[in-house]
């Protein structure tokens, strides 16, 4: 048995889909293929929609998993024509749904946490067994609900007796820190692409930034960025997560009133200033002798942001995770499909360091085919 697994990926900038088939056969993960898709613009449109409050909320989310799945199952086929495999080969598929609430233990201490998905939709779309849903065990026991993926970051980045960083930078940004000693902690830093990518949109009609490159050709209004910095939670101490219930337009909009002399071009340099910011204080407090950090995700392919960041952290290296055998935009659907076979093997996860969850779990609802 070839020990496969696919995952599937969509994150806070609500783009699209990424999905890897991932071979478990050495034990360690090996991404064979890669394939995505984009949300069609009303899918995107509804998604982005449902992350706040508004009529027959139910009815509308119900149809946007639908929706969602039948994109999944789009780009899980897609995995199996280019590997010439019949659904069968694959054991299970990760996958992680759309989050569009984030609310760990807040209203009645325990909170909850959303990710629109209909596995058994998926798993009859796709005939594969699905696991999904696997931020909620996480909640239930007293966690953040993220990030899930440090202890895979640790499996494929960490070098044992080396000061190691692994940054996510998708919609969000998150972080794990693998410690010289052994020890490990990740969080989420904060706003990651999804100010950048908004306010781009807004004043370019681009859907974001390429390579950073309006950002770079504006100038950071340092007022501003102080303001944003302000934020009570960046000196909240780990664990923590966020989303866009905070990191949102109405956010922007808010901190923007005294700013509105601004040209869009300062606002995107500073925005993406933030971001760097946020992320490169966090690693100063939490790893001050970080020798590397591996960027992921959409953010690394900003080469304006990945220079801010190497500048900011001059005592580490900023690389890409590509340099270390995965692309940027494959390793959080390699993670699904990692943690699906978690769940599939019965194999509980101590996220006490990274979540706060009380002890380890596992994690994900399981769909038989």
Same mark, same amino acid.
């Given at each position: 048995?070839?020990? !496969? ?9 609500? *783009? +699209?889909?990424?999905?890897?088939? @991932? ?5 360690? #993960?090996?991404? =064979?293929?890669? $394939? %995505?898709?984009?949300?069609?613009? +009303? ?14 909320? =139910? ?26 495999? #019949?659904?069968? @080969? ?17 209203? *009645? ?22 696991? $999904? ?26 070098? %044992? ?19 010289? *000693? ?9 706003? +990651?692409?999804? !100010?950048?990518?908004?306010?781009? $949109?807004?004043?370019?009609?681009? #859907? ?28 909240? #101490? ?32 500073? =925005?993406?200033? !933030? ?21 992921? +995700?959409?953010? &690394? ?9 190497? @500048? !900011? ?5 900023? %690389?890409? %995770? ?11 659907? /390699? $993670?699904? @499909?990692?943690?699906?076979?978690? &769940? ?15 002890? /380890? ?9």
């Amino acid at each position: 048995m070839r020990d !496969l697994f696919i995952g599937l990926m969509s994150g806070t900038s609500m *783009d +699209g889909v990424d999905g890897v088939l @991932a071979g478990f056969s050495t034990g360690r #993960p090996q991404v =064979l293929q890669h $394939a %995505s898709a984009p949300f069609p613009d +009303g899918l995107r449109a509804e998604l982005m929609a449902l992350n706040t409050s508004g009529p027959d909320e =139910l009815h509308r989310a119900w149809l946007a998993g639908n929706a969602l799945m039948r994109v999944y199952a789009d780009v899980v086929h897609a995995l199996l024509a280019h590997a010439q495999l #019949p659904a069968s @080969a694959v054991q299970a598929i990760g996958a992680h749904g759309q989050t569009v609430r984030h609310r760990p233990q807040q209203f *009645d201490g325990t909170g909850y946490t959303i990710q629109l998905a209909q596995p058994a939709l998926l798993a009859e779309l796709s005939g594969i067994e699905v696991v $999904a849903d696997f931020r909620s065990r996480d909640v239930a026991a007293g966690g953040q609900g993220a990030p899930l993926a440090p202890f895979f970051h640790q499996e494929v980045f960490g070098r %044992s007796g080396h000061a190691v960083g692994v940054l996510n930078i998708g919609g969000i940004s998150n972080i794990t820190l693998l410690r010289a *000693d052994g020890s490990m902690r990740g969080f989420d830093c904060g706003p +990651g692409n999804a !100010l950048m990518d908004d306010w781009c $949109a807004q004043h370019t009609g681009a #859907p974001y930034d390429d390579d950073g490159r309006w950002a770079a050709s504006g100038h950071v209004q340092d007022p501003l960025l102080a303001r944003l910095l302000a934020e009570p939670y960046f000196a909240l #101490p780990p664990p923590k997560s966020t989303g866009r219930d905070l990191f949102n337009r109405p956010w922007l909009e808010a901190h923007l009133q005294s700013f509105r002399h601004l040209a869009p071009v300062d606002v995107q340099a500073t =925005l993406t200033e !933030l971001t760097a910011r946020a992320i490169a204080s966090e690693a100063k407090r939490h790893a001050p002798q970080l020798e590397e950090l591996i960027v992921c +995700g959409g953010g &690394a392919l900003n080469g304006h942001l990945m220079r801010r960041l190497q @500048a !900011l952290l001059p005592g580490a290296r900023v %690389s890409s %995770s590509g340099d270390h055998g995965i692309p940027p935009m494959q390793v959080e659907a /390699a $993670a699904f @499909a990692w943690l699906a076979r978690k &769940a599939v093997r019965g194999e509980k996860l101590e996220l006490t360091s990274t979540t706060g969850a009380h002890g /380890a779990r596992v994690l994900g609802g399981i769909y038989p085919a």
